[in-house]
């Protein structure tokens, strides 16, 4: 008897322990063929034109190939193996192609244009409307009045771009795995916290070795740059992740300049004038010229206190030691040393407050407060043990929508945090999602005890899922998190100021031995400090956005040379050192290369996004921050409208006014001029 193929059907509870790699081939061209048959039933139709036999008929022709790439991508992401690997770049190539065809039928898109001419199409309101009017043009957009020869070209494009893309996330994730660092001398790791040594002990058990293991993993990397006294294992570390995927094996620098040349050659076959152009036409920012000048305006803003704080640093260090010298693995080191000394304040302070069960609890509430929804624990299969499930409902008992939490690094799980939509609903039909961390995991019979940025990670991707789960869009295609990328951060990124407010953490932040709340002093010191070199991390983020937009507009290797030395100029006066020769952070920047388009020439949308959930926050702050009139504004303007209007539009309608960044500026005390 032949067991059905996993893939081949949505299923709300994913069989995910069911998966295979032998069910992805078959699977995907199964599917392939049966999407490719529905779009040329409604290109050949001779039936009067309507949105359900035409736009509506579209949007479900790929539906289940959707499913089943999420699937097949995400345990590709966070349980892979070399067969799952090896069947996923497979039918990549397949996919890709079979997607970049699809504004290329031409029988399709005068199907659409006959759509658009009729009475019905004029008439339509909402959702409906926006959904035919951002269809059509995103055909345009994607090549579909290109003649043959450059529709021939673009889809070899779009197939290549695919490939090199997933070949650049692979590399990453190999060159931080191929990685350890053993210390079998503890009086080296003078200067580490308990927890990250006992991390790193527990480490090397598991791989069956006696001492301490370091990974590239944040939970390992971070403790080891912040706190570890020896220098040179500080330097060992730094260099290993600042040169991931830049030598052989798992080299990226030649899939950098490919896939730069790719897409710029796709934006100039497309009629754009660069790659920003065409990535930022649907988005807020509208083109390159736009995003370069807002990221340049924020470092202008920006840059003096830059400047006042490495000086603070650097005295700080001439006062210890004699001499103002740094490296770039000194900086974190430092930068600890003298908050410590400014405000009394170390973050392993805080991190027995942040059981990450109770952190989960914590973020529940706060949605729960806000929103009038309630999440309950359920029981589904799932990639890992580790795993959970949860549903949410509405105040009525309705069932909105249910996910999956994967808070814990693993050497079959590529690093970061990030959510995904696993199935779009239509009202009334629920929702489902997930979000994944790299957290710092139990250790033993303790609790995984998470830092404070931790918990913001935590914040910050359920308010993606959030996003996603409460959305109320009719279109799916519009629902949820499919908003411009400019504006996608704001739900996630305004999360994250619940986890300094007081009110909010008296109701997880409890001790995992006594079960009190933090002291006031301690609370005092941490919101002190919050702004402790926050020009610097500004800066850092700019630096990105500034790279990321240089890259895809202006970088020639004819001109410039090779991309890792370029990269790292224009990062370079944002730094607070010197960068070492052989600086290759660029490589392991999976945000920009690891897509086909992903944040490419769109990093600047976290800073942009971040103006936005800085000036929305000051309603709550104005009118109590877990005041339910402003949560359900905030659900109903914002949340439960995906991108069924103009993501200004929804802006505006919420705050009653256009975005400033002077909230931003403020809460980062950057506001007022320098000393």
């Given at each position: 008897?032949?067991?059905?193929?996993?893939?081949?059907?949505?299923?709300?509870?994913?069989?995910?322990?069911?998966?295979?790699?032998?069910?992805?081939?078959?699977?995907?061209?199964?599917?392939?063929?049966?999407?490719?048959?529905?779009?040329?039933?409604?290109?050949?139709?001779?039936?009067?034109?309507?949105?359900?036999?035409?736009?509506?008929?579209?949007?479900?022709?790929?539906?289940?190939?959707?499913?089943?790439?999420?699937?097949?991508?995400?345990?590709?992401?966070?349980?892979?193996?070399?067969?799952?690997?090896?069947?996923?770049?497979?039918?990549?190539?397949?996919?890709?192609?079979?997607?970049?065809?699809?504004?290329?039928?031409?029988?399709?898109?005068?199907?659409?244009?006959?759509?658009?001419?009729?009475?019905?199409?004029?008439?339509?309101?909402?959702?409906?409307?926006?959904?035919?009017?951002?269809?059509?043009?995103?055909?345009?957009?994607?090549?579909?009045?290109?003649?043959?020869?450059?529709?021939?070209?673009?889809?070899?494009?779009?197939?290549?771009?695919?490939?090199?893309?997933?070949?650049?996330?692979?590399?990453?994730?190999?060159?931080t795995n191929v990685f350890e660092l053993l210390v079998d001398d503890e009086s080296k790791l003078a200067g580490l916290p308990a927890s990250a040594k006992e991390a790193a002990r527990e480490s090397a058990r598991s791989k069956g070795k006696d001492g301490f293991r370091f990974t590239l993993q944040a939970p390992s990397l971070i403790p080891v740059l912040t706190y570890l006294d020896d220098g040179s294992i500080r330097e060992q570390i730094w260099r290993a992740y600042n040169t991931r995927a830049t030598r052989a094996p798992n080299d990226n620098g030649p899939l950098l300049g490919r896939i730069i040349e790719l897409r710029r050659e796709k934006a100039k076959l497309l009629g754009f004038k660069d790659f920003a152009d065409f990535a930022l036409h649907d988005r807020m920012a509208k083109n390159g010229d736009r995003a370069e000048s807002f990221v340049e305006e924020l470092w202008q803003k920006t840059k003096p206190h830059f400047e006042e704080e490495n000086d603070a640093l650097r005295a700080f260090k001439r006062k210890q030691t004699g001499s103002d010298a740094m490296e770039p693995w000194d900086v974190g080191y430092w930068a600890e040393k003298e908050r410590q000394a400014l405000y009394d304040f170390d973050e392993e302070e805080l991190r027995p407050y942040f059981p990450a069960d109770r952190v989960l609890d914590g973020v529940f509430k706060t949605a729960e407060t806000l929103y009038g929804v309630r999440i309950e624990a359920t029981a589904s299969p799932t990639w890992d043990a580790s795993v959970r499930t949860f549903r949410l409902v509405d105040d009525a008992g309705a069932h909105l929508g249910s996910f999956y939490v994967d808070l814990y690094p693993r050497e079959n799980k590529r690093g970061g945090a990030w959510m995904n939509s696993l199935l779009t609903g239509t009202p009334p039909e629920p929702h489902l999602g997930l979000f994944c961390a790299n957290v710092n995991p139990p250790l033993g019979d303790k609790p995984a005890l998470l830092t404070h940025r931790e918990v913001e990670t935590v914040f910050h991707e359920f308010g993606h899922l959030l996003h996603h789960l409460l959305s109320r869009v009719p279109v799916r295609s519009l629902a949820g998190t499919n908003v411009a990328w400019d504006f996608v951060e704001l739900p996630s990124q305004i999360m994250e100021n619940w986890c300094w407010e007081r009110e909010a953490l008296d109701a997880f932040a409890l001790h995992h031995e006594t079960g009190k709340t933090i002291p006031e002093a301690l609370f005092e010191k941490m919101v002190r400090a919050r702004n402790y070199r926050s020009?610097?991390?500004?800066?850092?983020?700019?630096?990105?956005?500034?790279?990321?937009?240089?890259?895809?507009?202006?970088?020639?290797?004819?001109?410039?040379?090779?991309?890792?030395?370029?990269?790292?100029?224009?990062?370079?006066?944002?730094?607070?050192?010197?960068?070492?020769?052989?600086?290759?952070?660029?490589?392991?920047?999976?945000?920009?290369?690891?897509?086909?388009?992903?944040?490419?020439?769109?990093?600047?949308?976290?800073?942009?996004?971040?103006?936005?959930?800085?000036?929305?926050?000051?309603?709550?702050?104005?009118?109590?921050?877990?005041?339910?009139?402003?949560?359900?504004?905030?659900?109903?303007?914002?949340?439960?409208?995906?991108?069924?209007?103009?993501?200004?539009?929804?802006?505006?309608?919420?705050?009653?006014?256009?975005p400033s960044p002077d909230a931003l500026l403020a809460r980062q005390g950057l506001g007022a001029a320098p000393r």
């Amino acid at each position: 008897m032949t067991t059905a193929n996993p893939l081949t059907e949505i299923r709300f509870e994913i069989p995910f322990d069911r998966v295979r790699a032998e069910h992805v081939g078959p699977a995907i061209d199964e599917l392939i063929a049966d999407a490719d048959r529905a779009i040329e039933a409604i290109a050949t139709s001779t039936a009067p034109r309507t949105y359900a036999n035409t736009l509506e008929a579209l949007e479900c022709a790929t539906e289940r190939l959707e499913y089943a790439m999420g699937v097949v991508g995400h345990l590709e992401s966070v349980a892979t193996t070399p067969a799952l690997r090896d069947a996923y770049n497979a039918v990549q190539p397949k996919v890709s192609a079979f997607y970049s065809k699809i504004p290329l039928h031409a029988g399709l898109w005068k199907a659409l244009q006959a759509l658009a001419e009729t009475a019905e199409a004029k008439a339509l309101k909402g959702a409906q409307r926006r959904f035919l009017a951002k269809t059509l043009d995103d055909f345009r957009r994607h090549g579909a009045e290109l003649d043959a020869a450059g529709k021939s070209r673009l889809s070899e494009i779009d197939v290549s771009l695919s490939e090199l893309t997933t070949k650049f996330a692979q590399n990453v994730l190999d060159s931080t795995n191929v990685f350890e660092l053993l210390v079998d001398d503890e009086s080296k790791l003078a200067g580490l916290p308990a927890s990250a040594k006992e991390a790193a002990r527990e480490s090397a058990r598991s791989k069956g070795k006696d001492g301490f293991r370091f990974t590239l993993q944040a939970p390992s990397l971070i403790p080891v740059l912040t706190y570890l006294d020896d220098g040179s294992i500080r330097e060992q570390i730094w260099r290993a992740y600042n040169t991931r995927a830049t030598r052989a094996p798992n080299d990226n620098g030649p899939l950098l300049g490919r896939i730069i040349e790719l897409r710029r050659e796709k934006a100039k076959l497309l009629g754009f004038k660069d790659f920003a152009d065409f990535a930022l036409h649907d988005r807020m920012a509208k083109n390159g010229d736009r995003a370069e000048s807002f990221v340049e305006e924020l470092w202008q803003k920006t840059k003096p206190h830059f400047e006042e704080e490495n000086d603070a640093l650097r005295a700080f260090k001439r006062k210890q030691t004699g001499s103002d010298a740094m490296e770039p693995w000194d900086v974190g080191y430092w930068a600890e040393k003298e908050r410590q000394a400014l405000y009394d304040f170390d973050e392993e302070e805080l991190r027995p407050y942040f059981p990450a069960d109770r952190v989960l609890d914590g973020v529940f509430k706060t949605a729960e407060t806000l929103y009038g929804v309630r999440i309950e624990a359920t029981a589904s299969p799932t990639w890992d043990a580790s795993v959970r499930t949860f549903r949410l409902v509405d105040d009525a008992g309705a069932h909105l929508g249910s996910f999956y939490v994967d808070l814990y690094p693993r050497e079959n799980k590529r690093g970061g945090a990030w959510m995904n939509s696993l199935l779009t609903g239509t009202p009334p039909e629920p929702h489902l999602g997930l979000f994944c961390a790299n957290v710092n995991p139990p250790l033993g019979d303790k609790p995984a005890l998470l830092t404070h940025r931790e918990v913001e990670t935590v914040f910050h991707e359920f308010g993606h899922l959030l996003h996603h789960l409460l959305s109320r869009v009719p279109v799916r295609s519009l629902a949820g998190t499919n908003v411009a990328w400019d504006f996608v951060e704001l739900p996630s990124q305004i999360m994250e100021n619940w986890c300094w407010e007081r009110e909010a953490l008296d109701a997880f932040a409890l001790h995992h031995e006594t079960g009190k709340t933090i002291p006031e002093a301690l609370f005092e010191k941490m919101v002190r400090a919050r702004n402790y070199r926050s020009a610097n991390a500004q800066a850092r983020q700019l630096s990105f956005a500034t790279v990321d937009l240089e890259l895809h507009r202006k970088y020639d290797p004819a001109k410039d040379g090779d991309v890792l030395t370029y990269a790292k100029n224009i990062m370079q006066p944002m730094a607070v050192t010197k960068f070492p020769d052989g600086y290759g952070m660029i490589a392991g920047f999976t945000h920009l290369f690891a897509d086909p388009v992903g944040y490419a020439a769109g990093y600047y949308s976290y800073k942009w996004a971040e103006v936005l959930d800085a000036d929305a926050f000051t309603r709550f702050k104005a009118e109590g921050v877990f005041n339910r009139k402003v949560g359900s504004e905030f659900q109903s303007k914002i949340l439960a409208r995906g991108n069924e209007a103009d993501a200004a539009d929804l802006f505006r309608d919420f705050m009653g006014r256009d975005p400033s960044p002077d909230a931003l500026l403020a809460r980062q005390g950057l506001g007022a001029a320098p000393r």
